[in-house]
T-cell receptor, first 112, second 113 residues
Framework: GDSVTQMEGPVTLSEEAFLTINCTYTATGYPSLFWYVQYPGEGLQLLLKATKADDKGSNKGFEATYRKETTSFHLEKGSVQVSDSAVYFCALMYEGAQKLVFGQGTRLTINP | KAGVTQTPRYLIKTRGQQVTLSCSPISGHRSVSWYQQTPGQGLQFLFEYFSETQRNKGNFPGRFSGRQFSNSRSEMNVSTLELGDSALYLC????????????FGPGTRLTVT
C-alpha cells in the first residue's frame, strides 16, 4: 500500500539555521504531496503542496519539490525562526479521494 | 469565513461507553474527513463523507461509524469504548470531490478510562 516516511525527530536547531526535513513516499500511482504543520494544541494547517512531478510548493519561506525519480518531497527553509517550532507532517493523497496518508511527523524545536 | 469547528474539545469516557463527536465544516464545503491521531499510530484516516454518502473508509473496526447531514455537518460515533480509543480526533473539510486542500479543525481530545 501507499506510505510516507519522514526523518526521525526531534530536530533541534538554532534560529536562522537552514532546515531540511526529509520525506520519501511509496505509491502505486501519482499522488499529490503535502506538508502540514501542527502547532501545540491545534489542528493541522496546510503548509504547502505539489500536485505533479517537478512541481515546487512554497509558503512562508518553506519549499519542497516533488521528485518522482527519488520519490521524495523534502521540506526546506533557509532561515528558521523560533515561531517555526511545531510538528511537521508529510502526506500524500490521490485526486478524487479525500484520504490523506501521513508520515509519522517530525517535531522541530528552534532555540533563540 | 469561520473555520472548521469540532465539539466537544475535550471528553472523558469510561470503557464500554459510547461517544459521539461533532464536526461543522467551513461554509460551502461538502466533504468531511475524519482522522485519529495517537502517539503510537500517528495520524490515521477513519472515513470521508461527501453529500451524505460515505466514499472512503479506513481500517478501523465497525465500532467506529459516522454520518453526514444535509447541511454537511458530520458526526462520528464510537461504541463500546476501549482504552486504545484514547486519541485526538480531527475533522477536515474540503470544497468538493476533487479538492486537494483539506482544512482541519482543532480536534476533540478523547480520553477513555
Amino acid at each position: 500500500g501507499d506510505s510516507v516516511t519522514q526523518m526521525e525527530g526531534p530536530v533541534t536547531l538554532s534560529e536562522e539555521a537552514f532546515l531540511t526535513i526529509n520525506c520519501t513516499y511509496t505509491a502505486t500511482g501519482y499522488p499529490s504531496l503535502f506538508w502540514y504543520v501542527q502547532y501545540p494544541g491545534e489542528g493541522l494547517q496546510l503548509l504547502l503542496k505539489a500536485t505533479k512531478a517537478d512541481d515546487k510548493g512554497s509558503n512562508k519561506g518553506f519549499e519542497a519539490t516533488y521528485r518522482k525519480e527519488t520519490t521524495s518531497f523534502h521540506l526546506e527553509k533557509g532561515s528558521v525562526q523560533v515561531s517555526d517550532s511545531a510538528v511537521y507532517f508529510c502526506a500524500l493523497m490521490y485526486e478524487g479521494a479525500q484520504k490523506l496518508v501521513f508520515g509519522q511527523g517530525t517535531r522541530l524545536t528552534i532555540n533563540p | 469565513k469561520a473555520g472548521v469547528t469540532q465539539t466537544p474539545r475535550y471528553l472523558i469516557k469510561t470503557r464500554g461507553q459510547q461517544v459521539t463527536l461533532s464536526c461543522s465544516p467551513i461554509s460551502g464545503h461538502r466533504s468531511v474527513s475524519w482522522y485519529q491521531q495517537t502517539p503510537g499510530q500517528g495520524l490515521q484516516f477513519l472515513f470521508e463523507y461527501f453529500s451524505e454518502t460515505q466514499r472512503n473508509k479506513g481500517n478501523f473496526p465497525g465500532r467506529f461509524s459516522g454520518r453526514q447531514f444535509s447541511n454537511s455537518r458530520s458526526e462520528m460515533n464510537v461504541s463500546t469504548l476501549e482504552l486504545g480509543d484514547s486519541a485526538l480526533y480531527l475533522c477536515a473539510s474540503s470544497f468538493g470531490q476533487s479538492s486537494y486542500e483539506q482544512y482541519f479543525g482543532p480536534g476533540t481530545r478523547l480520553t477513555v478510562t
